[in-house]
């Protein structure tokens, strides 16, 4: 309240009394954890995204004279066995570990809303039937599916996104069918089914706004596990191959030289990684706190 | 519903679900590019007489669904295929590495449970900065990838301590006990840090309901208060998700048998996937998704026998 008036009293210009009050809304919605995580990740999208500018080297070139160098002036986290400098890697391998687990997601998330939606609106045997698929789905392990899809179709980024992508469906599709099928029973749906809307424009136009804080949450929650997913299966050699820069091969090609007591490379991409998924789920958990509480 | 009924109705379910699931790890082989034929028999291709086999063997002029019956019944006969990369039975294969996983995963499991229920407990009772501790470091648990923990705790303790050995599964016996500590650990943090969290909330939960309030305000003492009245009631959410978790360790393995170069199915997979040893890849994933579905099963029907109050089969 003393903020409010404070802000009323000072602020001559309308710009800054928003900027305000912005602030204030922002930090209600996602706490101060949140906003911390909000802040880092940030901070590694734009360093992702902006790698080819700030990035020191390029990270392919091999400077072996550096080879496994420790922290220095020339390398700002050293090198790695073969001399290619370790922050530009991490900074260009970020790109891949959000882009791919970013794909998985909206797949998956694009999937998993249209079949909940049919199910929601249809209801009786379409609902049973697609509610016996996403158990199906269920039943198999996420990891599993990618590593089926690897088997199929050679290792490469794109068949582990697709493997993935399907094991992720049921998740999505089975909160925002039960948040669609509330929304169903609501007196508004049936007021526009009265109007003589089809349940197609229904679906879309009214109960898709309504479940979309769900949708959005739920997405964003899944995005930690797709991350560690995906970082695995690079680890293991069957998601992107080298020389590409990934952050879970370079947990593989560190953990070799942390064998022969260089550990920097595996710490940092371990690191980087872990804060990554620790930024998402924070904010993943906090969206659907606010979603539940609308 | 009579208990028979129950069962044997869950049973039917999951018959279903493993025939289903058993259909799709099949039809797999047909979803690949190229003929089944050039796939089994690897890039290099094979004799006239080893296509004659390898047809016959897969009754590769059946149609769709002959072949599939008679793969279901060799797989129930035990008869998982031949790996023509280890030039052996696949059961074979399947059989001597199984013992691997299923130590690690058990391991893994009383480690998650005894940490997962002791942490909870302590953070919910004690509250303040030890709650605040023991929440965070869940928190980083549940965002580390089991490799980058596999990782860290074979660099720390195996290469800089040398505590622990670095690889294998050892000579058997204690041995193996040994070997298997660091995997299982780094296999059962991401699920301990989740079971902590859930502890945490079904003791606050019961803390402050009335039967507890009663029990206080008869004297009875904190300590059998918390036995009998808190903890008694916070294990029924525990169980359940310690049954689930245990179900999802199966999928961290395959990921922790190749950190620590177990030799177990997990390793067996990723080795087959790479090798384009395709019977292995089929049955491996085919044990892994029936150990799966199977272990929620037996969570599912195991619930309803610790809580009472779920009538069998509600499905409300």
């Known amino acids: 309240m003393t903020m409010k008036t404070t802000t009323l009293a000072v602020a001559k210009d309308a710009a800054q009394r928003r900027t305000l009050v912005w602030r204030q809304r922002y930090i209600d919605r996602f706490g101060v954890l949140g906003s911390i995580a909000c802040a880092i990740l940030a901070i590694i999208v734009l360093a992702a995204v902006f790698a080819p500018l700030l990035a020191p080297y390029d990270p392919d070139y091999p400077d072996l004279n550096y080879a496994l160098s420790g922290p220095g002036a020339a390398h700002l986290l050293g090198a790695d066995a073969l001399g290619r400098d370790i922050l530009s890697r991490l900074m260009y391998g970020a790109r891949i570990t959000l882009v791919g687990p970013a794909l998985v997601i909206l797949l998956s998330t694009v999937v998993g809303t249209i079949l909940a939606l049919v199910a929601a609106w249809r209801g009786r045997k379409t609902d049973a039937v697609i509610v ?163 | 519903m009579s208990l028979g009924s129950y069962v044997l109705r869950r049973l039917g379910g999951l018959l279903l679900v493993l025939l289903v699931t058993s259909f799709l790890v099949f039809g797999l082989l047909y979803l690949a590019p190229g003929s089944p034929l050039a796939y089994i028999l690897g890039p290099r291709g094979g004799s006239p007489a080893q296509v004659a086999a390898v047809t016959r063997e897969y009754h590769l002029d059946d149609p769709f669904i002959v072949r599939y019956v008679s793969w279901l019944g060799d797989v129930l006969h035990g008869n998982l295929g031949y790996s023509i990369v280890y030039r052996m039975p696949v059961s074979n294969l399947v059989d001597s590495r199984a013992g691997t996983t299923i130590g690690l995963v058990a391991l893994s499991a009383i480690i998650i449970a005894v940490v997962g229920i002791v942490f909870g407990t302590i953070a919910a009772l004690r509250g303040g900065w030890i709650d605040q501790v023991i929440s965070s470091l869940a928190a980083v648990g549940l965002s580390a990838p089991v490799f980058v923990i596999g990782v860290a705790l074979i660099s720390l303790f195996a290469v800089s301590l040398g505590w622990f050995p670095t690889f294998g599964v050892g000579s058997g016996g204690f041995d193996s006990l040994w070997h298997l500590t660091l995997p299982a650990i780094t296999l059962s943090v991401a699920s301990a840090a989740y079971l902590i969290r859930i502890t945490k909330a079904a003791v606050n939960e019961e803390q402050v309901r009335e039967h507890v309030q009663t029990a206080t305000v008869r004297g009875l003492s904190s300590g059998v208060i918390i036995r009998r009245h808190v903890l008694r009631n916070a294990l029924i959410p525990i169980t359940t998700v310690l049954g689930l978790t245990i179900a999802t360790l199966i999928a961290g393995a395959v990921v922790v048998e190749n950190v620590f170069a177990l030799d177990g199915l997990g390793s067996l997979l990723v080795k087959a996937i790479l090798q384009r040893d395709f019977a292995v890849v089929q049955a491996v994933v085919l044990v892994l998704v029936v150990a799966f579905v199977v272990i929620n099963a037996i969570v599912d029907v195991l619930y309803t026998f610790i809580d009472p109050r779920i009538s069998l089969g509600s499905r409300k």
């Open chain 1, 132 to 294: 016996w698929f996403l158990d199906i789905l269920f039943s198999v392990p996420g990891i599993v599916f990618g590593l089926i899809a690897v088997a199929l179709w050679g290792p490469s980024l794109f068949t582990v996104v697709g493997g993935l992508a399907v094991a992720y469906v049921p998740y999505v599709a089975r909160v925002v069918r039960g948040a669609a099928l509330r929304e169903r029973n609501m007196p508004y749906v049936a007021a526009a089914w009265l109007q003589g809307h089809s349940g197609f424009a229904i679906s879309t136009t009214q109960i898709l706004p309504n479940v979309q804080p769900i949708v959005i949450a739920q997405a964003v929650s899944s995005l930690g596990f797709a991350v560690i997913d995906l970082a695995a299966v690079s680890f293991l050699g069957l998601g992107v191959q080298p020389p590409a820069a990934d952050l879970g091969l370079m947990v593989k090609s560190g953990f070799d030289s942390a064998l022969r007591g260089y550990p920097g490379e595996a710490i940092y991409s371990g690191i980087l990684i872990v804060l990554i998924v620790w930024c998402v789920t924070v904010i993943g958990d906090r969206l659907l706190s606010n979603a539940r509480a609308m």
